[in-house]
């Protein structure tokens, strides 16, 4: 599956934070999307996922046009996201966490198989199935916010900023958990702060600043970029 | 535990026959269902409603009119109040459930208030400030039928049965995925459409349950009074209703009946103290704001975590999971 976005315009009543924006998700692939705060990182996710309405603009899913959809449409066509700062149901336990990620294909007898698949991507969830989300660690949460993602089976999973105010060999373990995930066949689309990271990972990576892109290529060509080492790798 | 409160219950009137204790009883127990109802829109979905009373309103009218006009008896009008109730929920929380927090509760306060004016100026139909006399419920074909009249004890078990009835309901609402799900949009309407959950219809959904309910009361409420009239269905209801399920604790369904039941007998208790009555009322719901914000039975869950201590647990269980990932 292919996610194309063309000349995406997203903006807050007058102020346009996305000034045309195009980008490319293939399935089984990491995509990076890297730039500094208030570039329109999140802004993009969240008008792919149909919570912000574009203001011009398309998106194209396997050469098929789709337009103006809800957000559950659009994830039950296999696009999930991960939004930033994890945003789990804090007053939810565990499990309920993950079974509300199946929300859209309850009926499906799979669901549990999910459920079991994602305790063996994060063992510790399963230690804390019955534990309400909000007293889990904020690494544990995170792991959560992906598994949850992840029960909705996702094709193309969009995540912001996983590795946001986390321990550094929690983050380790998490983009462990995203290469296997991508080696699975889910295309990624990864918002990252840890850019080296990223653009490490990625197959293709865009550089976003003020809402357009201003470079794009394939990610570890970008981390030999001098331009690119400056301003995110801070060399 | 619940098995123990329900028998004491049932036998009450057994040992109590003071008429004025059960009517205060059974207008608590009318109470409880409506904040039973208030409780799936406001403490699952968080859709904070201040106009229930209109939907209390619309049951009520539905079985007035329906005896008044056609000559319907009080159970046959039952599906027909649930429904017009949740009828106008549906009808209502799909022009405004677009809106959020507080400017929902604005709508709906608007909405409480259209409806009370509505029903005093249709004259016509609704009898206007006069209100309307209806028959109470009878049992039975008419030689030995039983007429339920104007003593408390009948309509006692009969709004006990009703809340049972009730509880029944909400319960096995909250315990479904739609009740997961209003949770979830309560806590993070974002989140919850990032998840597949299709807010809009969810939130309509609550709505329209929690009205359907309110018209359940309604008609209760109607055969109970054998009149009704727009005087009961105003605002101070509405809000009463809010604070019976803020004091008895947001989301809990044992919380909605306590709630109910507290703040219809405190007045009650209160009544020697005559004009000082009130004030001493606000004192106490200040008092229980500031030393039990999550109301008598509301569950810890939600205020725990933010304590401070909690936070440095997380942290210390953060480096531990660090630690174990290191070996």
Redesign the interface.
């Known amino acids: 599956m292919v996610l194309k976005v063309e000349n995406l315009r997203v903006g807050y009543g007058k102020i346009e934070v996305l000034k045309g924006i195009t980008l490319e998700v293939s399935q089984g692939k990491i995509t990076a999307l890297v730039g500094a705060n208030g570039a329109g990182k999140s802004t993009t996710l ?1 008008a792919i ?3 912000l309405p574009f203001k011009e603009g398309s998106m194209e899913l396997d050469g098929r046009r789709i337009k103006r959809i ?3 449409e659009i ?2 066509r296999g696009i ?4 930033e700062g994890r ?6 336990t565990v499990l ?1 966490n993950l ?3 199946a ?2 294909r ?1 009926k499906d007898r799979t669901v549990k198989e999910d459920i079991e698949r994602v305790y063996r991507l994060f063992p ?1 969830l399963s230690e804390r199935q019955k534990q ?1 989300a ?7 949460q995170q792991m959560l916010a992906i598994g ?2 992840l029960m ?1 089976k996702p094709k193309i999973l969009l995540l912001d900023e996983p590795s946001l105010g ?5 983050v ?2 998490i983009f462990d958990v995203l290469l296997k995930i991508q080696a699975e066949g889910v295309g990624i689309l990864l918002v990252e702060q840890n850019a080296r990271w990223a653009l490490e990972a990625a197959a293709w990576a865009y550089v976003l600043e003020t809402g357009k892109i201003v470079l794009e290529g394939e990610g570890r060509k970008l981390l030999m970029n001098t331009q690119v080492r400056k301003a995110y790798l801070g060399e | 535990m619940s098995a123990v409160v329900l028998l004491i219950l049932v036998a009450l009137p057994l040992f109590n026959h003071n008429e004025y204790h059960l009517e205060v009883l059974v207008s608590a127990g009318i109470f409880a269902i409506l904040v039973l109802g208030l409780n799936v829109m406001t403490g699952y979905c968080g859709l904070l409603n201040l106009g229930q009373a209109a939907f209390f309103a619309a049951g009520a009218y539905t079985y007035a009119l329906l005896n008044v006009k056609l000559g319907l008896s009080f159970w046959v009008s039952l599906p027909a109040c649930v429904i017009s109730a949740g009828g106008l929920g549906l009808l209502f929380g799909s022009c405004v459930l677009r809106l959020k927090g507080d400017y929902l509760a604005l709508v709906t306060l608007g909405f409480g208030e259209i409806v009370r004016i509505a029903l005093n100026n249709m004259d016509s139909l609704t009898g206007g400030p006069n209100g309307l006399t209806v028959s109470h419920p009878v049992i039975g074909l008419s030689p030995k039928s039983f007429d339920f009249g104007i003593k408390s004890m009948p309509y006692y078990y009969l709004t006990l049965l009703a809340i049972i009835v009730t509880v029944i309901i909400t319960n096995r609402l909250s315990s479904s995925r739609f009740g997961r799900a209003w949770i979830a949009i309560k806590e993070d309407e974002v989140a919850a459409a990032c998840m597949g959950i299709n807010t809009g219809k969810l939130k309509l959904l609550a709505f329209c349950a929690g009205s359907a309910i309110a018209g359940f009361a309604g008609w209760l409420f109607a055969g109970k009074q054998g009149f009704v009239s727009p005087d009961s269905f105003d605002f101070i209801t509405s809000i009463m209703l809010v604070a019976m399920l803020v004091l008895g604790g947001i989301g809990s369904i044992s919380g909605s009946i306590v709630g109910a039941v507290a703040l219809t007998v405190l007045p009650e208790i209160l009544r020697p103290l005559q004009q000082y009555r009130m004030f001493l009322f606000g004192a106490v719901m200040i008092v229980m704001m500031l030393f039990r914000p999550q109301g008598i039975l509301g569950g810890m869950r939600i205020f725990e975590e933010f304590r401070p201590e909690n936070e440095r647990v997380r942290q210390e269980e953060d480096e531990v999971l660090s630690e174990d990932l290191r070996q």
């Open positions: 969240m996922s149909g919570i809800r957000p559950d994830v039950s999930v996201q991960v939004p945003r789990v149901f804090r007053g939810l309920e079974q509300l990620g929300f859209g309850q510790i309400e909000g007293t889990l660690s904020g690494g544990e949850r993602a909705a986390l321990a550094p060999l929690v380790e373990k």
